[in-house]
């Protein structure tokens, strides 16, 4: 355990630090869900609003340092490109 005034800071910082990056980590991880299974479903009309929150919370975890902006950049195309299929198969259909 921490014995110095800085290091016990520096633990509480950590711990606070800690549990904001888990629940953008975790709120993430529940919007990519929602949007995979809204593409499963193939329902065109929910799958641009849920593609457009998505793909908004992925620019936000980038800023608060969560990820890296080549992996958003990455989760975007792959996720445009299979919401874009989902809707040409419904129109297809």
Do not use: F
């Amino acid at each position: 355990m921490a014995n110095h005034v800085s290091s016990l800071k520096r633990a509480r910082q950590t711990i606070v630090k800690t549990a904001v990056n888990r629940s953008n980590k975790s709120k993430l991880r529940g919007t990519l869900r929602t949007l995979r299974e809204a593409i499963a479903k193939g329902d065109a009309t929910t799958l641009a609003a849920v593609y457009s929150s998505t793909a908004s919370l992925l620019d936000k975890s980038v800023q608060k340092g969560v990820l890296h902006k080549n992996t958003a950049s990455r989760y975007k195309s792959r996720l445009n490109a299979r919401v874009k299929a989902a809707v040409l198969a419904k129109k297809a259909a």
